[in-house]
């Protein structure tokens, strides 16, 4: 299978909205922190404004292109023994089957490769000794790298039920067909 194939060429996105403000945050708030310095002297701006558009293009990606791109969503709890515990939710496997492939392609590499620049710009950071503008890599690549875990275990555990729900059904028909068997003799 080429790359051709893997994002469907040919194929539009089903959600093109959806993919543009999934691109849109990431984008923002890569551009804004590069190209900030050419406008503001102030650390604190550059920092908040920095670390809110990492944060709105987190809540997008958890909340919102997440279920509708890729069929997943996840999030955290605490539990009363202070304990963490993942809770993943997706689609049927009818559902994540018909899911579009552009779509789906869009969201895993602009996920991995917002991560991989906030991990280039944190190493330029610490090239130029400015340990403030690699505290706000740090911050953004913590939101890319939680949807990323997120969105990885919601997938790993996705395909796990998919599988358990397979073994199931087989295990019931085989088991419905070997008593039908036995009941005609």
């Known amino acids: 299978m080429d790359l051709s194939q893997a994002v469907g060429e040919g194929e539009n996105y089903a959600n093109p909205k959806t993919c543009f403000f999934h691109v849109l945050f990431k984008a923002a708030a890569l551009a804004f922190y590069i190209l900030s310095t050419l406008f ?17 293009d987190f809540w ?50 602009t996920l991995y490769i917002s991560a991989v620049a906030w991990i280039i710009l944190g190493i330029f950071s610490v090239i130029r000794f400015e340990p403030d ?20 275990k919601c997938r790993k555990d996705a395909k796990k039920q998919i599988q358990t729900f397979a073994s199931q059904t087989i295990a019931t028909r085989l088991s419905s067909t070997i008593q039908s068997a036995f009941s005609v003799v």
């Not at 505290?135 to 997120?150: D, E, K, P």
Request: one cysteine or more; aromatic letters at 14%.
């Open 60 to 109: 997008v990606v958890k909340n919102i292109s997440g279920r509708i791109l890729v069929g997943l969503r996840w999030w955290n709890e605490i539990d009363d023994k202070g304990e963490s515990l993942w809770k993943f939710e997706s689609l049927d496997q009818q559902s994540l089957s018909r899911m579009n492939k552009k779509d789906s392609w869009l969201f895993w590499w």
């Open 40 to 56: 503001f002297d102030s650390f604190v701006i550059i920092f908040v404004v920095t670390v809110i558009l990492a944060a709105l």
């Open 133 to 152: 503008y690699l505290l706000i890599t740090a911050v953004c690549l913590s939101l890319s790298i939680a949807n990323i875990v997120g969105f990885t």
